[in-house]
Each structure stands twice: as structure tokens, then as C-alpha cells.
């Protein structure tokens, strides 16, 4: 008997701007050029440019309530724990329903807890960063990565010497 092909599903994680949706974009494009039985799946934010980009581009996609953390008006954060509970259940579901094979972050608000939920569970997991300085989402999430992939040498060396012997500039 023939065994059944196993389906590869990629989960990218990125987005709020499009200097993080749009990579997600290209990686997955070329990934899709070299193995087109592979399934490219996004996760997104309500409010980010992916709201928009993904559904026009006809994308398999899912939009979370995520929100950014405020740095500066530090009281538009008191809803974080509530926020954060609803957005974990919500993305713990998507890693059940798809069950991805790996998940790439690609930075922005949206990756960091999609990224480290999936890191818990043993899903391999690789983070790209293309500015020199490293983003929030990026920090957290590089100790906990298979791998990490940067633009450059500084943005890497920015995230520690630990992070350097999982990193590809």
C-alpha cells in the first residue's frame, strides 16, 4: 500500500508594518517555488497591514487581537493580561487546527507570541531580523529559536553570544 504524502505546513508570523509582512510574503513565495506541495499558512493582527494584505492577496491566514506594547504611554498596557490569555488560547489553537512543521517569525508585534508558543511545544521555529537593531519581538524570542536569520553581522551580534551559533547573517 502507498503511504499518504505527509503535508508540510510553514506558519509566518509577522506583520503591523509591511517591513515585517513583507517577507513573510517572499518566504514563503520561494519556499512555495521549490516545494510547491508544501502549505504556506499566516498568522496576523486585526489591525495590522496584513488585515488587509493577506485577504486581497487570497492568502490562508488568521488575524488575532494582538496589540502593540506601548513603551511610552505605559496605561494602554493594563490591558495586556487579559489580552494576552485570550491571544495564547487563540494561537494555540491555530497551532493545533494547523499543526505546522515549522514557524518563521518575521518581527512586529505579531510574531513574538506566535513564534514563542510554538518554541514551547517543540515546533521547530527560526526568527529573521533585517534591521541592525533588533526589535522587542525579535529579543524575546531569539533564545528560544532553532534558528536565527539577520541581514547583518551587527543585528546579529546585537542579539548576544548565545543567539551567535544559531544565526545566519
Known amino acids: ?28 513565495q520561494q519556499l512555495q517555488a521549490r516545494h510547491p506541495e508544501w502549505r504556506m499558512v499566516f498568522a496576523g493582527a486585526e489591525r495590522g497591514i496584513e488585515a488587509t494584505v493577506l485577504p ?16 511610552r504611554q505605559w496605561w494602554r498596557n493594563l490591558k495586556w493580561p487579559l489580552l494576552a490569555w485570550r491571544v495564547a488560547r487563540a494561537v494555540d489553537r491555530m497551532l493545533d487546527d494547523e499543526r505546522p ?18 518554541a514551547r ?29 539577520t541581514a547583518s553581522s551587527e543585528g546579529l551580534s546585537a542579539l548576544g553570544s548565545a543567539a551567535a551559533s544559531r544565526g545566519l547573517v
Not at 505527509?6 to 506558519?11: D, G
Not at 486581497?56 to 513603551?71: K, N, Q
Not at 512543521?101 to 510554538?118: K, Q
Not at 524575546?140 to 529559536?145: E, H, I
Request: proline content about 9%.
Open 1 to 28: 500500500a502507498a503511504r499518504a504524502a505527509i503535508m508540510t505546513t510553514v506558519l509566518l508570523a509577522g506583520g503591523g508594518t509591511g517591513g515585517h509582512l513583507m517577507p513573510a510574503l517572499a518566504i514563503a
Open 56 to 71: 486581497e492577496r487570497g492568502v490562508p491566514h488568521r488575524l488575532f487581537p494582538f496589540e502593540p506594547i506601548h513603551r
Open 101 to 118: 512543521s515549522l514557524v518563521i517569525g518575521t518581527g512586529g508585534y505579531v510574531s513574538g507570541p506566535v513564534v514563542w508558543r510554538a
Open 121 to 149: 511545544r517543540g515546533i521547530p521555529t527560526a526568527i529573521l531580523e533585517l534591521d541592525v537593531r533588533p526589535g522587542f519581538a525579535t529579543r524575546r524570542a531569539a533564545p528560544m529559536v532553532q534558528e536565527i536569520w
